[in-house]
């Protein structure tokens, strides 16, 4: 979607055949303002193509110049994406539907997270539902089987009535679809904050995987080859759905007038799509693919076509719209070629191949209809009823809309909201047993930190029988290969109170933890993709904080030694005025060479040395101990040191690999209290830990520095490992054991692993009901 | 490391795997039939052959999508058409999550299965009790063992007529009972159930997601796919 935006279109001189302007000399306005357009970029459509456009034309130059498919405001900030650290593994970049990496014994993955954040406000079940369609989709594109799903999800307040119709809806959709596809969720995350109370984000991440030699183009190339429209029938649900709601700001309650724009998903025609693209593909029976999703025909046409022409090869394309099976026959051209009905596909197809295609598509009872045909005009040209209705050059729309360099503004109240730290004096904070006890318990409860059982046991982890790992465990697992066990890990992470406070140290945060993340499950981070959720890039101040948070990411990465492979931008998440927090949520792709080696969370061989790794400083600034006592939101987020978070990773994967660790979990929100609760509940085993002298066992237990993660560790191991942190320079503590059926700190508090389940699980059945 | 395969007897069984339009768990069902030390053999549900297996299991999924009702469509395809016919004549069958589904749209199993009450999908390792060990899928146990296999359902209440429910005990047919926990609202907590010959069973969890330690809940499924290999040798 962001190709390059150097040079303006080369216009063809030639007069097309029928001219589609004869019938539209008129004067009259033409409504672009409606359609989201500037008096600018009216103008500039007119000159591209030396007259009025059609009403067809215009609706698709409002489509794909629209925020969500052109990039237009965060196109210049993303190119720094482009200079992250290439490597070897790295088969396609940034610029394609998703990245694909080679992972070695002939396959490759490929993975990517999109957003569906306005329509799963206005709808959250088809709005959820239809969101993991759409990125399920992006990488069936790619040439590969999708075999996971991960749902990073945000609301408002867990007890705020709105939540109580958008989390359950949100969940039941992810749920609806992708169980019915025969995917597994493997992890994600659910985040309550006020910040989302009108604005929910639901974010989804496909990963999938293939022979490294079935790598797809989208080019539409091949003079004489056939385009086939593969899929459901086309109707009128979701015209608009990346104009209307994706790129313009809801007003207050605005929301569910726009019900109209949002998709409808139908799952099960989505699963014989799947199976029958995997098998064009197998039988190399398509010379170019695209999925149908944001701007429908619109973006699929024109993105194969120019992709096609960008090959340098004789291109163009010429569709008959009257071919396009419809739901409702009543529809008017620029409705066909903006529905965004679900479950579609667009291939291209030799002549000699399209029996074959049609035929395998019966057999799956998907339709196949032939809309077209690939030409060497240049030009994509639509029919409509004996009419030629488009006439464009297709790198118009696709690649060369405007690209803006929007103003930016550090946000007035920054200083003020930093200067405001947590610290002792300005928050109370528990100094006794008794208090320490009680805090924790009410942290372990509070929505942020409880069980997420709720939600994830709605999701199918079993299907595919490949999962490895899942939730709540620190990444999803997932074994590709039966006989040498290589396998991939996967998180996502963002924290929009650290990037309210520094979006810059927020994005680098985001990216650290979910490294730490698939580090702690023993694999090796290779390669990182992004949803940056920010408000209106109108707004300078937003438009700051996204500039930062992009700057962040690219240095982190460079850092790291990581390349970013693809990833999706998602504006104007804000309610009136107010913008959400930014919230840039980070996907990390790791490899394992044999997933056997992995390392789960729970605590469950009595006797192990459990060992803190990393340093603890007293870091509250947009901590989850702030806001869930205090409802306080400033100060600095947890210092960032991309080093030590390096060598972290690097120990924990050689302590995977070498079988020193029976159990490794990140630190994060919430800090060591939270990791050793999960890790306790998760592997049924109590934990005695000392503090140590001279430490403060409130900031021990609660501070959310970054760059930590607590191990458990076999005594026979013990000096093995810990010598090979001291070598390393990785700085240790030995922390306590695994023992008994209580969370024990000496001098502390000591709580039975009972009423730690009791506060840990109850908190989202309260809120939302039983399921079973 | 992987999966876990048989003993010294190997044998060259064939089990058919239906794959309906829909079907999700039929390649898992396939890879716990070879880890059991059978040949799988893929069916196609628009075919009416069942190439001779040995045994035949329809796995989970939503068939046709489950439109209609979980079952309701895939019932009438020609491979079940077929398959009802030979489970008559004793073909040993298993139907797993939507596979017992269409066992009871089809009518070679009693009673019919519901929305979940709790009105979710649940997904979570669930606690059985094998209640009779004497049937063609659960000879390999004992009756009174307790195991671990996934359910994940949401059309898994299983519902029947008093007096159906009063002959299914009466002949010890309910082959397992969920224990610690009714995730579905099942009538008398039952999760599977055979037929009067004991060679057509159905049950809502998923046994073929609990014969591998490292992607399953252990290996506590393993033994469905054994049994039937035991009753094949034992009947040659």
Not at chain 1, 162 to 186: E, K
Not at chain 1, 303 to 326: C, F, I, K, R, S
Request: a negative charge; one cysteine or more; glycine letters at 12%.
């Amino acid at each position: 979607m962001t190709g390059n935006p150097t040079a303006p279109a080369a216009t063809s001189e030639t007069t097309p055949a029928a001219s589609p302007g004869a019938q539209s000399t008129s004067t009259a306005e033409q409504p672009y303002r409606e359609l989201g357009l500037t008096d600018d970029e009216y103008a500039r459509i007119v000159a591209t193509l030396g007259r009025r456009p059609t009403d067809a034309e215009l609706a698709m130059y409002s489509v794909m110049w629209s925020e969500h498919c052109s990039y237009k405001s965060s196109k210049v900030h993303l190119r720094q994406f482009r200079d992250t650290p290439s490597t070897d593994r790295l088969l396609v970049g940034m610029g394609e539907n998703a990245g694909v990496v080679d992972v070695g014994e002939g396959l490759a993955v490929t993975f990517k997270i999109e957003s569906h954040n306005h329509p799963s406000f206005v709808e959250p079940y088809q709005g959820a539902a239809t969101g993991v369609g759409g990125i399920v989709r992006d990488i069936l594109t790619m040439g590969a089987r999708p075999i996971a799903v991960l749902d990073p999800l945000r609301f408002g307040d867990a007890d705020a009535p709105d939540t109580a119709r958008t989390l359950p809806g949100v969940v039941a959709g992810i749920g609806g679809y992708g169980n019915c596809l025969g995917l597994p969720t493997i992890g994600g995350e659910i985040v309550f904050d006020p910040t989302y109370a009108g604005n929910p984000l639901v974010n989804a991440l496909c990963v999938g995987v293939m022979p490294v030699g079935r790598v797809q183009t989208s080019a539409a190339t091949g003079v004489g080859n056939a385009v086939v429209l593969l899929g459901a029938k086309t109707g009128r649900d979701g015209i608009g759905g990346v104009s209307v709601l994706a790129s313009a700001t809801f007003d207050e309650g605005g929301g569910p007038a726009r019900r109209p724009s949002v998709q409808v998903g139908d799952p099960f025609t989505e699963k014989i799509l799947i199976e029958s693209c995997l098998e064009l593909f197998d039988r190399g029976l398509v010379t170019g693919i695209q999925d149908l999703g944001g701007a429908g025909l619109t973006c699929a046409l024109t993105e194969t076509t120019a992709a096609g022409l960008a090959t340098g090869q004789p291109g163009g394309m010429d569709v008959d719209l009257d071919l396009v099976p419809l739901r409702e026959p009543s529809m008017a051209a620029h409705e066909v070629l903006a529905s965004e009905s679900q479950e579609r596909m667009l291939a291209i197809v030799t002549p000699e191949a399209l029996p074959e295609v049609l035929a395998l598509a019966e057999r799956w009872g998907v339709l196949a209809t032939r809309i077209g045909t690939v030409t060497d005009t240049g030009r994509l040209i639509v029919r409509w009823h004996g009419e030629v209705v488009v006439d464009v050059p297709p790198g118009s729309l696709a690649d060369d809309g405007p690209v803006y360099e929007r103003p930016l503004r550090r946000p007035a109240d920054l200083d003020l909201v930093r200067a405001d730290g947590p610290t002792a004096a300005r928050l109370a904070r528990p100094t006794t047993g008794a208090q320490l006890r009680q805090t924790l318990l009410r942290m372990i409860a509070s929505p942020n930190l409880c069980s997420r059982a709720w939600v994830t046991d709605q999701y199918d982890r079993y299907v595919q029988a490949a999962t490895v790992l899942a939730q709540p465990e620190d990444a999803g697992v997932l074994r590709l290969s039966e006989e040498t066990g290589l396998g991939i890990a996967l998180a996502t992470d963002g924290n929009g109170r650290y990037a309210r406070l520094d979006p810059f140290a927020g994005a680098q945060l985001a990216l650290a933890e979910a490294c730490r993340n698939v580090s702690a499950a023993g694999s090796v981070p290779i390669a990182v993709t992004n949803c940056l959720n920010f408000g209106s890039p109108e707004d300078p101040e937003v438009m700051w904080q996204f500039a930062q948070a992009c700057a962040g990411l690219a240095e982190g990465c460079r850092r790291l030694g990581l390349p970013v492979t693809g990833g999706n931008v998602s504006f104007y998440n804000q309610t009136g005025a107010a913008p959400i927090h930014p919230t840039p949520v980070i996907g990390v792709l790791g490899l394992f060479d044999d997933v056997a080696r992995r390392t789960p969370i729970g605590f469950t061989d009595e006797g192990d040395a459990l060992i803190l790794l990393g340093e603890t400083a007293d870091e509250f600034g947009g901590s989850e101990w702030a806001w869930v006592t205090h409802r306080h939101l400033g100060g600095a987020p947890p210092a960032v040191d991309f080093a030590r978070e390096k060598l972290l990773g690097e120990v924990l994967v050689a302590g995977s690999r070498d079988g020193m660790l029976t159990a490794a979990h990140d630190l994060s929100e919430g800090g060591l209290a939270q990791a050793l609760v999960e890790s306790c509940l998760r592997g049924g085993r109590g934990a005695r830990i000392v503090l140590g002298d001279g430490t403060d066992p409130f900031v021990e237990l609660f501070s959310e520095s970054a760059g930590r993660a607590v191990v458990a560790v076999p005594r026979s191991e013990e000096l093995r490992f810990t010598d090979m942190c001291t070598v390393r320079g990785l700085p240790w503590r030995r922390i306590g054991v695994v023992d008994g059926d209580a969370l024990d700190v000496q001098d502390a508090l000591r709580i039975g692993l009972d009423e730690l389940r009791d506060a840990h699980e109850g908190t989202l059945p309260a809120l939302f009901g039983r399921t079973a | 490391m992987d999966a876990v395969g048989t003993d010294a007897t190997t044998t060259t069984a064939r089990i058919g795997v239906v794959t309906f339009p829909g079907s999700l768990d039929d390649r898992d069902a396939a890879l716990a039939v070879r880890a059991a030390g059978a040949e799988p053999v893929a069916l196609w549900h628009g075919d009416d052959d069942l190439a001779g297996v040995d045994a035949v299991i329809l796995p989970g999924g939503f068939s046709y999508g489950d439109y209609l009702r979980a079952g309701a469509i895939a019932r009438f395809s020609p491979m079940v058409t077929a398959l009802i016919a030979a489970a008559r004549d004793g073909l040993p069958t298993l139907g797993i999550c939507n596979g017992f589904q269409v066992l009871c749209e089809a009518g070679l199993l009693p009673g019919a299965l519901t929305r979940n009450a709790g009105l979710h999908f649940v997904c979570r390792d669930q606690r059985l009790r094998i209640e009779t060990a004497a049937t063609a899928w659960t000879r390999d146990y004992q009756a009174g063992e307790e195991i671990v296999i996934p359910v994940k359902h949401g059309d898994g209440r299983f519902v029947a007529s008093p007096e159906v429910l009063a002959e299914l005990a009466a002949h010890d047919r309910i082959v397992l009972r969920y224990l610690d926990g009714n995730p579905n609202g099942s009538a008398d907590d039952i999760a599977g159930v055979c037929n009067a010959e004991r060679t057509v069973m159905g049950l809502m969890p998923h046994p073929e997601h609990a014969v591998d330690e490292l992607t399953g809940s252990g290996l506590d499924g393993l033994r469905m796919f054994t049994s039937v290999l035991t009753g094949l040798l034992a009947n040659t």
